[in-house]
Structure formats: structure tokens, C-alpha cells
């Protein structure tokens, strides 16, 4: 079933967001779409909580935000997306946090021209369309990280075991063509469905097939099934998961089985690491001091600041549309949408992103990093040299 939170007293009253207002007060509008239920909640939680941390307004004018449950399902996701764009008027849609639901809501921001930041890394030719912004570091980024520690660890023979859909499918073309590069060979490739409960199977070809290592191109906590199952399989060879997984339930779930593997992930997660001159360290540590400082030490994950980081694109690039439109009307979406691409670079948690209009990816290698999992916490990966 579909959860609706609506701007206004019930959607005060049910989230407790200082930014749902009354729409008598709302000036710019945006919609967001998150799995808050189903197999991709431990992805959605963390962003309708980080949604709370927004501001009241931006740029003077007065902010309203309605947030709706897709549950990760793609038709969800798209029934969301249209109804923001002809019922609610919006002025920005936000959403899926998992691709195949971001897909079908980058299809409805084309269609009727509003701004849309993808919350999971939609592939290149969903990206290339005029109106999609993508906020996590799409693989090649993080991918060509990973793929020079594979090649320093000796790696050469690779099992793939991922999800089959459109995110386990970017991930195994990166190993299969990009990992060509670093001397990497695709020995085995094993898909399996979010929803799926064993991967008793998949596991037991990956391990036949003799690989020096295990990738696992997963998300959430779905990953921890490859995870545990080849450890109690007995491969005893590196395992590298991708950034999707990069939270602290998947450590919780994986337990003793995710000792020493090593993780792809966005800067945010290590941020007082960082050095002092990093240009994403300022809005990490603020980002994770807000957002601990209201749900707890250690609940952070690297999904929640994807919706802070879109705040911090907007501030600078909402004052730059509003000189040409007001809010709610097709010129402010326009207007916004190439303030977008022409007011970076934004220094952010994820990276720096720097948005042009053949580039809606918009990060480099600063937002990338390497981290490793002991006594059930992240720690960032020392680099080999």
C-alpha cells in the first residue's frame, strides 16, 4: 500500500518536519519520492530523516515538501512522480533512492519539464535527458577506486553476484568492460531479486567457479546475503562490496562475515577523517552533526546526505532562477534547472559537484573513497602506495 505524507497539519503531525508548511505559506514546492516501506527501507528511513533537517525556506521563499512512500516499486515511484508534477504543481522532484524507481520518475520530470534529483545512480542515458541531476557517484567513479585496490591486492579472477536489475547491471559492465583495464577477468556472474531470502545457489557457483575475489553489486541490506553466504562457504578470499551496502544494519546483519571486506563509498561516512583542506568535509561534518545529533550516535548512512546535498545545490542555484521566474511556474523550472547546471562547482558530503549540460553526473574522484568494516564500524582504507 502507498503512505502519503501531505504538507500541512496531518503531515506535521505524522513526520514532525519543520518544513512541511501550510500551503497557504508555500512557495516552492518539491516532491519526494522514497521507499519508507519494503525491501528498500533501509535506504528510504535514512532520507525521510534527513529530510527533516531541511530548512524552512530557501532563498526567502517559503518551502513546502511533500513526501511520498513508493516502496521501492517503479510503478509506485512514477504514479509519485506524476502526481507531484500535475496535482502538486512542484517546482523539484526528488527520488527513487533505488534505480529502477528512479527511473520511472526521471521519465515523468522529462515529460512535463520539472527538475528531477535522482537519489540512486541512474544510468547514462536516463542522466543525459535535460531535467535528471544525479546525486550518488555513479559507478565508473567509484569503480575506478575500487578497481586500483583489486589490482594492488593481486586480484585477477572475480565472481560477480548482484542484484538483477538495473543497478546490479551497471555494476557487473563496469567489471566486465572498465575492469578489463585493471587486468580483471568476470568468472562468474550471479544475479538475484531484492525480495529474494537465500542465495544458496548463486553463492555456490561464484565459489565454483575459483575467483581470487568476490564482488557484490548490492544494496542495503539485501547485500548481506551474498556476504554471509559466501563466508559460510568457506571462501576465504577478498570480498568488495559497492556502496549501496555502506550502512551500519548491514554490519549489524553481516556480523563476524564482513570482518577486513573492503567498501566503496561516499566521503560522508568518514568525514572527521578527512583532512582539514578536503572541500567536502565542512558540509560533512555539519550534515552528520545535525543528523546524529537528532537520531543518535552511529546511525548515520551515506543515503541520507544525498537529500542534504541537493539542499546545498539549491541554495546557490535557487536565488540564480528566481531573478528570472517565480516559483510554480514552468519559466522558475526551467530557470532552475539551468542554475543548476551553470552555479557549481557545490562543494558537498558525496563530492564536488560540478553540473554542466552534457554532465548530470557532476562528481569526480573527490567523491570517492575506500573503507573497510572491524568491531562493527566503518574505517576509512589507508591507501597503498
Known amino acids: 500500500m502507498k503512505h502519503r505524507f501531505f504538507a500541512g497539519i496531518a503531515a506535521i503531525a505524522v513526520m514532525s518536519l519543520p518544513v512541511f508548511v501550510t500551503p497557504a ?16 527501507a533501509a535506504l528510504g528511513i535514512p532520507l525521510k530523516n534527513s529530510v527533516e533537517l531541511w530548512p524552512k525556506e ?7 515538501v511533500i513526501l511520498l512512500d513508493d516502496a521501492g516499486d517503479p ?43 535522482a ?9 543525459k535527458g535535460k531535467w535528471t541531476f544525479v546525486l550518488p557517484q555513479y559507478s565508473s567513479v567509484l569503480a575506478k577506486r575500487m578497481f586500483t585496490r583489486m589490482k594492488q591486492d593481486g586480484v585477477k579472477r572475480v565472481s560477480f553476484i548482484g542484484f538483477a536489475d538495473s543497478y546490479g547491471q551497471q555494476w557487473v559492465e563496469e567489471l566486465k568492460n572498465t575492469g578489463k583495464e585493471y587486468g580483471l577477468e568476470v568468472v562468474a556472474d550471479e544475479r538475484y531479486a531484492r525480495a529474494d531470502t537465500s542465495v544458496s545457489g548463486q553463492v555456490l557457483k561464484a565459489i565454483a567457479a575459483k575467483p581470487d575475489a568476490v564482488f557484490i553489486g548490492a544494496s542495503g541490506t539485501g547485500a548481506a546475503l551474498p556476504q554471509i553466504g559466501v563466508r559460510e562457504r568457506g571462501f576465504t578470499g577478498p570480498v568488495y562490496v559497492v556502496s549501496g551496502a555502506v550502512t551500519f544494519e548491514f554490519l549489524r546483519i553481516a556480523g563476524k562475515a564482513v570482518e577486513n571486506t573492503i567498501f ?24 552528520l552533526k545535525a543528523y546524529e545529533g537528532k537520531f543518535g550516535p552511529n546511525s ?18 535557487v536565488p ?14 526551467a530557470a532552475l534547472r539551468d542554475a543548476i547546471e551553470s552555479s557549481g562547482p557545490y562543494n558537498a558530503t558525496h563530492g564536488v559537484f560540478q553540473f554542466t549540460p552534457e554532465d548530470h553526473y557532476g562528481l569526480d574522484q573527490r567523491g570517492a573513497v575506500l573503507l573497510t568494516a572491524k568491531d562493527g564500524k566503518f574505517q576509512l582504507l589507508p591507501e597503498k602506495k
Do not use: C
Not at 530557501?58 to 513546502?64: D, P, S, T
Not at 504514479?79 to 533505488?98: E, P, Q, Y
Not at 537529500?307 to 546545498?312: G, N
Open 25 to 40: 505559506l508555500a512557495d516552492i514546492t518539491i516532491g519526494v519520492t522514497i521507499p519508507t516501506t519494503g525491501p528498500g
Open 58 to 64: 530557501i532563498a526567502g521563499e517559503k518551502l513546502k
Open 75 to 117: 510503478s509506485i515511484a512514477t504514479t509519485n512522480a506524476r502526481r507531484f508534477a500535475n496535482d502538486d504543481k512542484v517546482d523539484v522532484i526528488m527520488g527513487s533512492a533505488l534505480t529502477p524507481a528512479a527511473i520511472g520518475a526521471a521519465g515523468v520530470a522529462a515529460e512535463v519539464g520539472v527538475p528531477h534529483f
Open 119 to 127: 537519489i540512486s545512480p541512474v544510468p547514462p542515458p536516463v542522466a
Open 264 to 287: 566503496s563509498s561516499g566521503p560522508v561516512m568518514v568525514a572527521e577523517d578527512q583532512p582539514d583542506d578536503s572541500p567536502t568535509k565542512a558540509e560533512g561534518l555539519a550534515y
Open 300 to 317: 548515520r548512512t551515506q543515503f541520507g546526505s544525498h537529500v542534504w546535498d541537493a539542499m546545498v545545490i539549491l541554495k546557490k542555484a
Open 320 to 333: 540564480v532562477a528566481l531573478q528570472k521566474a517565480k516559483p510554480g511556474t514552468s519559466e522558475f523550472r
